[in-house]
């Protein structure tokens, strides 16, 4: 399975050696860091992920998620708690069906000390949280370990046949092309936007769309921004002789 894991501005090299450790046990091969808040391959980096070192060399570091998930057709991220206009997280095995269907699908894990924040589960279509005790703390390898282990114990399964998502990259996109669609109508504004936004992000995010219905849905948009600017035309237009430079004149 072509799965990546992300790690979000991890702040301990131990703690990603040792994660790359876990993707190796399970088999997961594509490392990709944001913004790491450390040397990734400091020597107690390289010493934590033993064999997996030369995972930990391949790994790729983007600036941000959003640049770290643009080809992945499905992203899933992790979080222990519940969060305001978000879905709640599921259990990871009632996830595995999407991440075996996906041809792309990446796993994001948040920094140590906060996970992930709201604006980085925005742009994940699905949440989990790894069922614990009352102490619900993991460390990032066992996480990573826990989770992987859930997504790739059945990849020997014969997936179902299925169409290609849209990439992330698309449907950023495209999210961003309804958010100025929303302001042109007067759908929201700057102060409701996001909550909006969020409202909209989930249920599109649900529908795992094609590239094809992305650009549909894209097409739709372009319409409406055209039938709002030829109509304030043709009102101007409609305007008596002289209105304009009357006004103006006021």
């Not at 060399?57 to 991220?77: K, W």
């Not at 998502?165 to 102060?191: K, P, Q, S």
Request: aromatic share 4%; hydrophobic share 45%.
């Amino acid at each position: 399975m072509n799965l990546a894991v992300v790690l979000v501005s991890p702040k301990t090299p131990g703690n990603i050696g040792s994660a790359a450790r876990a993707m190796l046990n399970m088999d997961a091969r594509d490392l990709r860091i944001v913004a790491p808040r450390c040397d990734y391959l400091d020597s107690s980096a390289v010493a934590m992920a033993v064999h997996a070192a030369d995972l930990l060399r391949g790994a790729r570091i983007y600036p941000t998620l959003r640049e770290a998930l643009a080809d992945r057709d499905l992203s899933v991220g992790t979080s222990a708690r519940l969060r305001a206009d978000l879905p709640a997280p599921r259990h990871p095995a009632q996830v595995r069906p999407l991440v075996r269907a996906a041809a792309a699908p990446a796993l994001v894990f948040g920094p140590e000390e906060t996970g992930l924040v709201n604006s980085d589960l925005e742009q994940c279509q699905v949440t989990v949280r790894v069922p614990t005790g009352d102490y619900a703390s993991l460390n990032l390898a066992q996480a990573v370990l826990l989770v992987c282990y859930e997504f790739l114990q059945a990849q020997d399964d014969v997936p179902d046949p299925t169409r290609k998502t849209a990439t992330r990259e698309e449907m950023e996109a495209m999210y961003g092309h309804l958010h100025d669609t929303m302001h042109l109508i007067g759908y929201t504004d700057a102060v409701r936007a996001r909550h909006t936004l969020r409202l909209w992000r989930a249920m599109l995010d649900r529908s795992l769309m094609s590239s094809a219905e992305s650009r549909l849905f894209r097409g739709f948009l372009r319409q409406v921004k055209w039938k709002v600017e030829d109509g304030a035309r043709r009102g101007a237009e409609a305007l008596p002789v002289g209105t304009e430079r009357e006004t103006a004149e006021d």
